[in-house]
Structure formats: C-alpha cells, structure tokens
C-alpha cells in the first residue's frame, strides 16, 4: 500500500540561516538602491523622459507575469485533478505568492514619490487598469493565501477545489491586467495590441514553471529530500511545452505587424536592425532563451538529467527576461509615430530611436526584488509545512508500480 | 528700458496687485480686452461652457525661431541641468522633413489638452486629470510618479521631474517625483490672461498661436476654426485635441 | 498631500499642545518654538485670515480645502492660498530662512510638533520676490535685491532662458 505524502518544514541551523543571510544582503543592496534612487531623483537611473520605464519594470513585470505562473503547478493539481502534481500544490503557492512580493516591492520602491503609497490603496481611478491591477495584485495574494489555507488545514481539504478553481480564474484575470497594461498603450507602435493579454497569460505559465523547477530541484536538494523521476520529467516536459507556446504567440504576434505596413517601422527595429533589441531577440529570447531550452528539456541525453534540466530552466528564464526587456524597453525606444510619412527632429528626441542604458542602481534593485521572492519562499519552508519530505517516485507516481518510464 | 518695466509688472503681480498687473500688461492690448471680458471670478469654480483650446499657424512658425519655448521655460521656471535626456521640456520646437517630398516645416509641440486624454484614462490614482474647462493636468499632490501616463501619451507631452528643485516659482509649483507638463498657464487663464507663449509668440509679431474658449463662436479660434482647414495630431485616435494645427 | 491629511489628525491632537506654546514661550523656555512674526495683520482687530487659535488648530484644514479647489476647480480666491500665507508669514528678505530651516515660520512649529509637511518640495517655501528663480530676469534683481550678484550666475545652464533674456536685451 502506498504510503502518505508526508509535509515538513526544512531543518534551521547554521546552513539555513547562513544562505538567508546571503539572500538578505542582496535585499538590503536592493532596498539600498532604490534609497539611492529616491534621494537623488531619477536622473541617476538610465531612465529618462524617453524610457520612462526601464530595468526595474522589467524585473518587475517578469516577477508579477511568473507570480502568476508559479501558481500552476498548484492548478493542475486541484482545478485539473492530476494527483500527481498534489505534493507540489502547497509549494506553488507559497512561490507565487513569494514572487508577486518581491514584483511588486520592485514596482513600488522605483515610483517616483514611494512614500504615497496609501494614495495608490485609498485613491483609484477606475478606468486605469493600473488601478485594477492592484486589487488583482492584493487580491491575488488573499486568494491564494486562503487557498493555502484550504490545503494545509485538514478540516478545510474539501474546499481545496472550489477555492483552487477560484484562484485559478483570478490568476488569469491577473495576467490579462498585466499583460493589458501594454496591451491597451494606442499610443506606442509595439503595444497597442490584444494580443499582450494572452501572451502574457501563456508567457507566465513558462515562467512560472522554470522557476518553479529550479526553486523545487533546490528546496529538495538542499533539504535532503528525494525528487523523483517521474514528476520532474512530467514538469520538464510541460515546460517545453509552454516555451514552444510562448514562441508561437511572439511568432503570431510580429507576422500581424508585419502584415500592417503602419508596423513595418517597428518590426524593423525589433527584427532586423534595432541593435541591442534585435540581438536580445533573436540570440537571447529565441535562441538560447526558447530553442535551446526545448532542444535540452527533449533530448533524450539532456533531457533526463537534473543538471540539464536545471540549464534548461535557466535559460527560459533569461528568455524571459530578454522578452520582457524587448517588450518594455524596446517598445519605448521606438519613437512615437505623430508625423507619418515625415523625418522628425527636436531638442525633445523626437523621432529617433531613444538611446537607454541600464544603470547599477536599477539592476540591483530589480536583483533585490528575486532576492525578496526568494527569501519569502526561504522562510516559508522553514516555518511551516509547504515541502514534502519526500517525492520519490513510489509515492509521488500513480503509475509507478506497472509502468516506471511513464513521463 | 522695456526689460525694467516688464519685470517690475511681474513682480507686481505675484505680489497679488492684480489691477497693477492689468494696467502693465496693456502693453498687449488687443488681448487683453477680449480676455477680460472671459474674466471669471475668482471664487466661481471652471464651468464646462468653457472649451479651452489652441490654433497654431504652423505656417507662421519660423525655423529656429523659440519664442514661445523660450517663454515657457521662463514663466514655469523650467530651468535645465544640463541633462537634455532628462530635462523637462513642456513645449518644444519639432522640425519635420517630408520623406518623399522634402518639404520641410516646424511647429510647437505642447499638451494637447484632449477631450479624452489618455493620460487621465490610464492614471491609477486620478492625478491626472482634465479640468471642467478641457485643460489636462497633473494633481501633483497625488502623483505617485509611476510615469504610465509618459507612456500613454501618444505626444510625448509629458516630463518626469528627475531631481530635486530648488527656488520654484509661487505659481508654478514642481518637484522631484512627479509627472508635469503644460498646464495651458492655468494661472493666467483663471485671471483672464492668454498662455505665457501665446503671449510671446503675439509680442514678437510672429502671431502663429490663437487661445481661446472653442465653444463660444464669437472667440476669434472659433472663428479661425470654422473658416480655415485645421488638423489635429494623431486624428485617427479620435482624442479630439484642444490644440489644432493648420499647414500640416 | 495624502501624507499631510493623515499628519493633519496627529497634529490635530499635538495642536492642544502647541496652543499655549506662546505663553510658554514668554515666559522664555529656550526648548519652545521661535515663532517669527507675520509681515502684517489682516485687520486691526485680526492678525491671520481666520482667528489665531483656528488657525493654529486647523489651517491644514483650510490650506488643504483650497488646494484641492484651485487645482481641480481652479477657485482662486486668496483668504486661504498656501501662496498668501507664505507672502504673509515669511520674509521677502534674500537671505531668509528657508523651509528647512527652524527658523522658517512653517518648520518653527513642525520641528516642535514634528510634524513632517512636503508641501515645499514642490512650492516656493518664501515670497516670490526672494524666489531665486526670479533672478532669470536681471531687472528684478538690482531694483528689488539690491545684490552685486551677478544674474546668470543663478541659471544652471539653461541655454533656452539665456536665450530669452538674449532676445530681450537686443
């Protein structure tokens, strides 16, 4: 008879608080920065009155897109009742939660007046969908705190489904708000577009899961626990999936622009001679950050080794981060198109491609903002009972007694 | 010497002697006598009756001419720090070149004022905000600074505030932050004034800029308006801008 | 500011304190705040736009009613404009204290009540004669300052303001 899947907090002591230690000091670097940023203004960021936005939103919205992602896993399991994924459905919430944190701390330290905060919690304007994004922000992390609660609490399992399904339709909604924030832009030539909200969407499932993969392999590895086979290839092989999935959109994506002659301008600077954005692109994002990735997450050498794996993750992740800086930067380094058909020339910079270089503060700040994720999920397995002490395959796999290569 | 008596009404009329400031600028005339008849009391809030809006001639813009920029920078105290990357610019001078023909014109760029200005449909908390009157402005009490209605502008109206400011002008209050952009004078327009570069543009006889109420068919943009083809930037958005443009 | 309205409810409370802090003050503690005098009274039976003691108690209340009129209603009437307590409250004089200082009208009570207002991170913290900013036009310096300093000295290279006064000068 199969033994119960048993949950466990990870063990204190020197290593565990030696490696929060180190998280922290990329947090306090993070939170340094932004103090930097705030007492001087911007002009020491590489944003301007061009780039509005830049490295910090990037983090940011990757963070908030894979928040969102991570809570799959979690999805699967009770929306979609594959049991296998059970064991991993507390995990994934904390994770999605814990990444939304470290987002929006990104967001909310780089504003340009941080201290009115409680304008943006008691002053809304209901036709912003950065208005709505907040309560899908704070409501995402009640939902999902109360779904964590339906699983932990042994009187509550059996509302696990209903609330699971609940978060599962708030996640989406959230992603299409994010995604939405661009999507909605009419004035900007590479926003502008419904498409953003599904790309999103499906852009958080890839995210999501890689970093879902690799804090797994990490918590177990670093915990002594057992991971087994089967459902680390199940969740590697829905991983190539959702990067294949994400390709597909960007491809639809850049063939309904080039369709339009109005975009030509625009594709040309992202596919063709955009410079840093065209080489982020087509190195970064679709070679390295989505093929390669595939390639390692299905061949049969790679594909079934942990460290192969892990690779593959971490290149989707750098994919993503390629895309989200493509889509935020590269979409504002393209002029505002007011005069077409005319060359366009000011001391304001109209007309011509913006130039835009990330700067430390920035970089640092969006660090500090994982380093927050990843120290909220540090301390969660540590206090209380998210991780399982052991996925070995006998317990974890419906399939192991009769058929052990099932994937 | 004009420059003394032009300043000294200046100072005169941040001082709060409005009557003095009215004799000083009559310098202006003609635009003042048909401002002051709009003049609204000072405690009657602004009524929708009112559209304001603007007509620029960009026929009569001259290349390299800035006037109106070199007022603007001057009324609002918009002074640089060297950073053209991130200075503010409210209204600027945009050269344009024709791709296929060549022809080449310039024109003030400014805030359009729309009639549904994306930048207010986009801010989280309401800062951004259009006046009863049609002017588009920033509360920058609750600003929070997260620049999406930068990124909403289809003008490019709009500058964030990089660095902290020092010795800003009573009536023009900007700090570090902050989105801002023009405000249509909204302190001259509340007394019965026209925009500092509308003023500019009229005092060096370049008259390329008309302000004015678009609802009342006796203003003079009204009449301009009705009689000669104008242009907005960006029509096919549909914002219905307050600034209209002819010769483009 | 949001941050004011929420200050305003703590000072409100502080307010009772700071109340009889003028009769303390007479009496010569040094720890108490050195309110500087106003330029001038509203009335001879008046000294502010409102009774003293309301004003102490709730001029945020008032300066943040108008704020919110003038902005969005564009009121512009004078009774209750930060601009007009500033003209009245501090001195036009070039070297007076600014918003930071303890010796500026504002901060003489907020640093006592520790009250922290970013009103002046935005708006001129002194009448807009002493405003530095005004120095972008020459004339007003030597007729009003009297100062030897030289005028383009306070332009941190503005080259469009420069520009203007070039224009101007021909």
């Known amino acids: 008879m199969k033994q119960q899947i048993q949950f466990m907090e990870i063990d204190g002591g020197p290593r565990f608080y030696s490696l929060l230690g180190a998280i922290g000091l990329f947090v306090l670097a993070g939170l340094a920065a932004a103090f930097y940023m705030e007492h001087n203004g ?70 340009g007046r941080p201290d009115r905060l409680i304008v943006a919690m008691t002053k809304y304007n209901f036709k912003s969908i950065f208005a709505w994004n907040i309560f899908l922000y704070t409501g995402f992390m009640a939902v999902v705190g109360v779904y964590l609660w339906m699983m932990m609490e042994r009187r509550m399992n059996r509302f696990t489904t209903v609330s699971g399904f609940f978060a599962f339709v708030w996640r989406l909604i959230l992603t299409t708000g994010t995604g939405s924030i661009f999507g909605f832009l009419v004035a900007r030539q590479a926003y502008d577009s419904a498409l953003m909200a599904p790309m999103f969407v499906i852009m958080s499932f890839s995210f999501g899961l890689a970093i879902f993969i690799l804090v797994l392999m990490a918590a177990c590895k670093w915990s002594e626990r057992p991971l087994g086979d089967a459902i680390l290839f199940r969740l590697k092989n829905l991983l190539g999936v959702f990067i294949a999935s994400v390709l597909y959109f960007v491809m639809v994506y850049h063939l309904t622009n080039l369709y339009i002659t109005e975009n030509h301008g625009v594709e040309r600077f992202i596919l063709l001679d955009g410079g840093i954005y065209t080489q982020l692109f087509w ?58 058909g005319k060359e366009v020339i000011s001391s304001f910079f109209d007309g011509g491609i913006n130039s835009y270089t990330p700067s430390l503060p920035e970089v640092v700040l969006g660090i500090g903002g994982v380093a927050i994720a990843l120290a909220a999920v540090f301390v969660g397995i540590r206090v209380l009972r998210f991780l399982p002490t052991s996925l070995a395959d006998e317990l974890v796999d419906p399939h192991y007694s009769t058929d052990k290569a099932a994937a | 010497m004009t420059d003394n008596a032009h300043t000294d009404t200046t100072r005169r009329r941040f001082l709060g002697g409005a009557a003095t400031a009215v004799a000083g600028l009559a310098l202006a005339p003609g635009v003042l006598l048909h401002k002051v008849a709009q003049a609204r009391p000072a405690d009657e809030p602004v009524s929708s009756a009112v559209r304001w809006g603007m007509l620029i001639d960009t026929n009569k813009c001259a290349k390299g001419c800035s006037d109106c920029v070199n007022a603007c920078a001057k009324e609002h105290g918009l002074t640089g720090h060297g950073r053209p990357q991130t200075d503010a610019q409210w209204i600027r001078s945009v050269d344009l070149r024709d791709k296929q023909t060549g022809y080449t014109q310039t024109l003030p760029l400014l805030c359009q004022h729309c009639e549904h200005p994306p930048c207010v449909d986009v801010c989280p908390t309401g800062a951004s905000f259009k006046r009863a009157d049609g002017i588009v402005l920033v509360d920058k009490h609750i600003c929070i600074g997260c620049r999406y209605c930068m990124m909403a502008c289809p003008y490019k109206a709009r500058s964030f505030v990089h660095e902290t400011i020092d010795d800003q002008l009573p009536h023009s209050p900007r700090g570090k932050g902050t989105v801002e952009s023009c405000t249509f004078c909204v302190e001259r327009v509340d007394t019965g004034r026209t925009p500092a570069c509308v003023e500019a543009c009229k005092a060096e006889n370049h008259n390329a800029m008309i302000f004015g109420d678009m609802n009342d068919p006796a203003s003079e943009i009204s009449k301009q308006l009705k009689k000669y083809n104008s242009r907005q930037i960006r029509a096919d958005l549909e914002l219905n801008t307050g600034v209209r443009y002819r010769g483009i | 500011m949001p941050n004011v309205m929420i200050k305003s409810g703590l000072l409100s409370l502080l307010a009772v304190a700071v109340i009889w802090v003028p009769a303390l003050a007479r009496a010569g503690d040094s720890l108490l705040p050195d309110v500087p005098e106003a330029q001038r009274r509203v009335s001879e039976t008046q000294g502010c736009v409102e009774p003293t003691a309301d004003m102490r108690r709730n001029h945020m209340k008032y300066i943040l009613h108008q704020r919110d009129e003038t902005m969005h209603l564009g009121i512009r009437t004078k009774q209750h404009s930060l601009e007009e307590c500033i003209n009245c409250h501090v001195s036009s004089a070039r070297d007076a204290p600014r918003a930071s200082s303890e010796q500026h009208f504002c901060n003489s009570c907020h640093t006592y009540a520790a009250v922290n207002i970013d009103c002046f991170e935005c708006h001129a913290d002194r009448p807009v004669a002493a405003s530095g900013k005004l120095s972008m036009t020459p004339a007003s310096l030597t007729v009003h300052a009297q100062t030897d300093e030289k005028p383009h000295a306070m332009l941190p290279g503005n080259n469009q303001v420069m520009a203007t006064e070039g224009i101007n000068h021909d």
Not at chain 1, 64 to 83: D, E, H, P, Y
Not at chain 1, 292 to 316: D, E, H, M, N, V
């Open chain 1, 283 to 340: 190195i970064v994002q679709v070679l390295i950050g989505s093929l390669l990735p595939i390639i390692l997450l299905y061949l049969p050498f790679t594909g079934k080794s942990r460290g192969w794996i892990g690779i593959a993750c971490a290149l989707a992740i750098l994919g993503g981060l390629a895309q989200m800086y493509i889509i935020i930067i590269g979409g504002q380094a393209y002029p505002l198109e007011m005069f077409p």
């Open chain 1, 42 to 111: 911007h002009y020491v960021t590489g944003m301007s009155n061009q780039i509005v936005w830049g490295t910090p939103h990037v983090f940011a919205v990757f963070l908030i897109v894979a928040a969102s992602g991570a809570l799959n896993v979690a999805s699967i399991s009770s929306v979609f009742g594959k049991t296998p994924y059970k064991p991993l459905a507390r995990l994934s919430g904390l994770l999605a939660i814990a990444l939304l944190v470290g987002g929006l701390a990104v967001l909310v330290l780089d504003l």
